[in-house]
């Protein structure tokens, strides 16, 4: 792409507030709807489009941050970011050396299983989704990965403590490499992770997770800069559209359907994976 | 108010500067790029983002760096507001997640 024209940009825009409002609504990154849209539909280099990603995943959960409900365990998000941000630098570092092929095949399998964790989301039984819906406001103890959250559906306090932390590591570790190198936020991998894994609330996971995909995509949004993969007037519409998507999602999230929204996000990223997987087959035949 | 609320308070108000810092940009930017047709793509590396392109490249280009360090300001106020609590370990922890920050914006000037 040598310039951006307004059909290009009006497009980067719209991928964004899609990207945005899903985003919000179901508590992906982002990243996951924006490479896969910029590539296929927009012909971006695969660089190009997961450098624009990732500073569209830091939009998303600054955004998101904006309206924060204080559910976020910050002592638990930045232990985890400490293997989170490394596995972005070395995710970001490595990805140049791959080959896109590659990285459109890893891609599918990443769509793969986010189509998964997004059915297995929406069979949550309605009062769950309710449930998780409704505001509330969380406090953390100092000194350790502990804290309590008021659970406005239940009406009581729901106090809990991080288990088996290395699990939580390893995981993030790969999250952030596979964020890295996709320019995706990598929430599938940590909500579970910090759900399952540590037996934190799924509440307190998701914020977390929310919190912790802007600082990975800004410790590998530095590597593309270095590259020159960066392209402000790539990015820039993305992000604008982002910001909108995301304002409008928050402000519309009690009209919607979440389980809906969801089925149909895991059946749209199955056909990205079998797009993803022709491309990366079709380069190595042309390659 | 507890000292927690008050730093997630706070975190809520580096996101809301930074937000409007760095869409505010690149709003400005892609408007003024628009108006006088500059919308060619440069590829600036992060120690010359201000001096490549024109007007319109570097607004949107300077947003897009505003956005980015957002994380890494909140990063750098949680450490120190739990430095300020007592609660060393944690303020380490968050120097370590900083310090690979600092690697990565290192790797960013080429």
């Given at each position: ?26 508590g ?40 924060g409900k204080g559910l976020a365990n910050l002592r638990l998000g930045m232990t985890l970011e400490v293997a989170t ?32 964790y997004?059915?297995r989301a929406?069979?949550r039984?309605?009062?769950r989704?309710?449930e998780e819906?409704?505001?509330g406001r969380g406090w953390e103890e100092?000194?350790s990965i502990a804290g309590a959250y008021v659970d406005?559906?239940r009406?009581?306090l729901i106090r809990y403590r991080a288990e088996r932390i290395p699990v939580g590591l390893a995981v993030s570790?790969?999250a ?10 990598g929430g599938f991998l940590k909500i579970p992770a910090m759900n399952l894994g540590m037996n934190i609330p799924i509440r307190i996971a998701s914020a977390t997770s929310n919190f912790m995909v ?74 | 108010?507890?000292?927690a ?85 944690f303020?380490?922890v ?17």
């Amino acid at each position: 792409m040598t310039a951006v024209s307004i059909a290009e940009v009006a497009a980067l825009v719209g991928v964004g507030i899609i990207a945005g409002w899903l985003g919000s609504l179901v508590g992906i990154g982002g990243g996951i709807v924006t490479v896969p849209a910029m590539v296929i539909l927009l012909d971006v280099d695969f660089p190009v489009a997961v450098a624009a990603s990732l500073v569209a995943v830091i939009a998303t959960s600054v955004t998101t941050g904006t309206a924060g409900k204080g559910l976020a365990n910050l002592r638990l998000g930045m232990t985890l970011e400490v293997a989170t941000t490394i596995g972005a630098v070395v995710g970001g570092v490595t990805a140049v050396y791959v080959s896109e092929s590659v990285l459109a095949a890893v891609f599918a399998g990443v769509a793969v299983l986010t189509a998964l964790y997004m059915l297995r989301a929406a069979h949550r039984p309605k009062e769950r989704l309710v449930e998780e819906a409704l505001t509330g406001r969380g406090w953390e103890e100092p000194g350790s990965i502990a804290g309590a959250y008021v659970d406005e559906f239940r009406g009581g306090l729901i106090r809990y403590r991080a288990e088996r932390i290395p699990v939580g590591l390893a995981v993030s570790l790969v999250a952030g490499g596979i964020s890295g190198m996709l320019g995706v936020g990598g929430g599938f991998l940590k909500i579970p992770a910090m759900n399952l894994g540590m037996n934190i609330p799924i509440r307190i996971a998701s914020a977390t997770s929310n919190f912790m995909v802007g600082i990975t995509a800004a410790a590998s949004v530095f590597v593309y800069f270095a590259r020159g993969f960066v392209q402000p007037m790539v990015a820039g519409p993305l992000v604008l559209g982002i910001v909108a998507g995301s304002w409008v999602g928050i402000r519309t999230a009690e009209r919607t359907r979440p389980a809906l929204v969801k089925r149909i996000l895991a059946v749209t990223l199955i056909v990205v994976a079998v797009e993803m997987v022709f491309r990366s087959t079709g380069m190595d035949a042309g390659g | 108010m507890p000292v927690a609320e008050t730093a997630a308070r706070r975190v809520q108000a580096i996101y809301r500067v930074g937000l409007a810092l760095g869409a505010g940009l690149i709003l400005a930017g892609w408007i003024w790029a628009l108006v006088r047709e500059q919308t060619a793509v440069v590829s600036p590396r992060l120690g010359a983002l201000l001096t490549t392109g024109s007007i319109a490249d570097r607004a949107v280009g300077l947003g897009v760096l505003f956005l980015a360090v957002t994380p890494v300001a909140v990063v750098i106020d949680l450490v120190g507001s739990w430095w300020r609590e007592g609660d060393r370990r944690f303020a380490l922890v968050g120097a370590m997640v900083i310090a690979v920050l600092v690697l990565a914006v290192s790797f960013g000037h080429g």
